[in-house]
Structures are given as C-alpha cells and as structure tokens.
C-alpha cells in the first residue's frame, strides 16, 4: 500500500492532487487484497484463543480504522478537485488548505466544562499524516495475516498426513472391531483445535514433537491393523496349519521320549526329564481359536495376537522336543563314539604288538565292562580310554618297540 506524505511537487497543488489520486486507486487494490487474504477469512471466520486471539483484537480494529480512513481520504480528494474546479485565488486556498494544513478531524474530546458549554480539544491531521496512518495500519494488519497464515499453513502440512493414516486407520479399525483408534482421533482433535484456532502458537510452541509422537503412535497402531487384517485375510490357511504342526510336535515328542529311555537304560547319567507334553494344551488353545472363544479381548486384533501367540508357542515347543531329543541322542552317540575309538586304539596297539601287555590289558577289561555292560558309564570310560591312549603313544616311541 502506497499512499504517503509529501510536499507538493514544484508543478504545483494540480500535480500533488493527481498524484493523490493515482495512491487512493493503489491503496483501494491493497485494500481490497487485504480483505482477500486466506488469513481475514480464517480470523473471521470462527473463535480465536491465546495470542492469536489478542493480536486479531488490535488488528481487527486496526482494519476498520482503514476502511473509515480510507473513506475519509477520498471525500477530503473529492473536496480538492471540488476546489480546484473553482477559479479564483479562494479555491487554490481552498486546496492547499485540503493538501496541506491539518484540515482532518480525527479525535474530539472536551477538556473543560463551562456555564455556556463544554470546551473541545479537537485533533486535526493533515492528508499526508492521514495516509502514513494508513500505512502504518496496513503494515500491522498484513504483518498479522502473514503471520496466521504461515502458522496455519504449517500446522496443516504437518498434520494432514498423520490424519489422512488415521482415518484409513479408523475405517479398517471399525472393520476389524476394534476401538483403540478413539483416543487417537481426539488426540488429533485436540490438537487441531488448538492450533487452528491460535495459528501463531505454531511459532510460539511448536507442536513437533507431538506429533512426533502421535505419528508413532498411529504408524505402531495401523502396522497392528494390518497385520490383524492379513491375519483376517489368511485366517483359514493360518488356522489349518497350526493342526499338523501340533501333531508333529506330539509325534516328535513321542520319538524323544523313547530315546531319552533307551539312553537312561544304556548310560550311566542323572535322570532325564521327559520332554514337556504340550500339545493338549495347544490343542485346547487352538479348539477355542477354531471356535470363536478366545480368553481376553475382541476383535480381529486379538484373534490375531492369539494366533501368532499359539504359533509362536507350538514352535516353542517343537525347539524344546528337539532340545529335549538331542539330548538323550547325544549321550548314545557319545557311547557309540567312545567304543568306535575303543577299537581304534585296540587295532593300534595290535600292530605296535603291544596289545598284550598286562597294563594294557587291565585297561582293555576296564573299558569293555565300562562300555559294553548295561548302563554305560561314559565318564569312567572316558578316563580309562586316555589313560588308554597315554600308554599307548609310550609304546609307541619306546626304544625296541618292533618296526
């Protein structure tokens, strides 16, 4: 907005008035652009709180000021060209006066009272202040508009994402039956009422880290609906296998449970405790899968946990079956391992032809009543058979042995 103060060009008081004319035609466009600005609509248009609230109040009045400003500024160049009209040395004093002197009442107030009436102090502003008034207005207006604007503009690009995941996260919530997209939609409510009813909080207390937080909210939240959807999606194929993977567990388990008996009857070991029986209770969890009863909540969500929950436990239970198994296979392997080596060592000691001799021997009886009788001690064995060895690499590097 141009309008200013000034002195009447040296073309004289003709030009000046033109050029008065040519600022009221720019300040009515800025005017009319102010009036315009997606801001004034947001400030007008609902309430207001906190800062935002306190500033719209001066610049509201600020853009009345304006207007009345404005109007009285082309009456005051109506009133010039009404002088210039006139010929003679009256209307050129008319139109200085109009252009020059402080010719614009813009306050009245009285000061004192008087039997005969009261005595006004009237404040009158020449057409330049009256336009430096206006521009200062203007200033603060638009300054404010540019500001709101701003912070509104933020506050959306922010937050309109996070709200568009939520509301596709609402749709497929009321799908699934499930309820916890509440709390985040007021949460969003929330802060969207704060903020577009005080734009300018944007800059004063940025709202970044809650909606840091409420985007992780929401990202953890959709990630779990689409999983209880996937799960709703393949929830027959899912449920259809958990059946076989229970009885494969039981089936390994039976295996387990054989070995682990053979290997107490054949080796000397603390008892081994039978590989846990879980598959009736899974068979249970999964009946009441197949039937609809589950033991706490509702919704695809919780069907969903319980059955990855019953997956990941029949999974558990297979690791522990073959924990369980490998345990009592290893103790035989490590009899089978032991005479392997026995016999090894023995063919050794026939080709040094050391085979008879009485220590040799002692220990040869020592480790065949040690392996070969029922059970097995394999940590006697195992000692008995590196005494074995030791005896044996001395015969081997002894002076005489036979080539």
Do not use: C, N
Not at 50 to 66: F, I, M, Q, S, V
Not at 69 to 74: G, K, Q
Not at 224 to 234: H, P, Q, S, T, V
Not at 240 to 256: K, T
Request: net charge negative; proline share 5%.
């Amino acid at each position: 907005m141009t309008g200013g103060s000034g002195r009447a060009p040296t073309g004289g008081l003709e030009a000046e008035l033109a050029q008065r004319d040519a600022a009221a035609g720019r300040m009515a466009t800025s005017l009319v652009e102010l009036d315009a600005h997606p801001a004034h609509a947001l400030l007008s248009a609902g309430p207001l709180t906190g800062r935002t609230a306190r500033e719209w109040d001066g610049a509201r009045a600020d853009l009345a000021g304006l207007w009345r400003d404005f109007d009285t500024y082309r009456q005051v160049l109506g009133a010039a060209r009404d002088a210039l009209a006139r010929a003679g040395s009256a209307g050129e004093a008319e139109l200085h006066r109009l252009l020059h002197e402080p010719s614009i009442e813009v306050g009245r107030a009285v000061v004192e009272r008087r039997l005969t009436g009261a005595v006004e102090r009237i404040e009158s502003i020449t057409l330049g202040e009256l336009a430096d008034r206006m521009e200062a207005a203007f200033d603060r207006v638009h300054e404010l508009f540019v500001a709101v604007h701003a912070g509104h503009e933020r506050f959306l690009a922010a937050i309109g994402p996070l709200a568009e995941r939520l509301r596709t996260g609402r749709e497929l919530a009321a799908e699934l039956g499930d309820p916890r997209t509440a709390e985040l939609t007021a949460r969003v409510e929330e802060l969207t009422a704060r903020y577009t009813t005080d734009p300018l909080a944007v800059a004063d207390a940025p709202p970044d880290a809650a909606l840091a937080e409420l985007a992780a909210r929401v990202d953890t939240l959709t990630t779990d609906l689409g999983r209880a959807a996937a799960a709703r999606d393949g929830w027959q194929v899912r449920l259809a296998g958990v059946g076989p993977a229970i009885a494969e567990v039981e089936a390994a388990r039976g295996a387990a449970e054989q070995v682990r008996l053979r290997a107490q009857e054949l080796v000397v070991t603390a008892p081994l405790d039978p590989p846990p029986e879980s598959a009736p209770a899974l068979r249970g969890v999964l009946a009441a899968l197949t039937d609809g009863r589950l033991p706490s909540g509702r919704g695809w969500p919780a069907r969903a946990r319980a059955l990855t929950d019953l997956e990941a436990d029949v999974h558990a239970a297979a690791a522990e079956v073959r924990t369980a198994h490998a345990l009592a296979e290893g103790l035989l392997e490590r009899r089978t391992e032991l005479r392997g080596r026995f016999e090894a060592y023995r063919a050794k000691a026939g080709r040094l032809g050391i085979a008879e001799r009485p220590d040799l021997l002692a220990l040869d009886t020592d480790i065949r009543r040690l392996l070969w009788t029922r059970p097995a001690d394999l940590a006697a064995a195992t000692r008995a058979l590196v005494s074995y060895q030791r005896l044996l690499a001395a015969g081997e590097s002894a002076p005489g042995r036979p080539a």
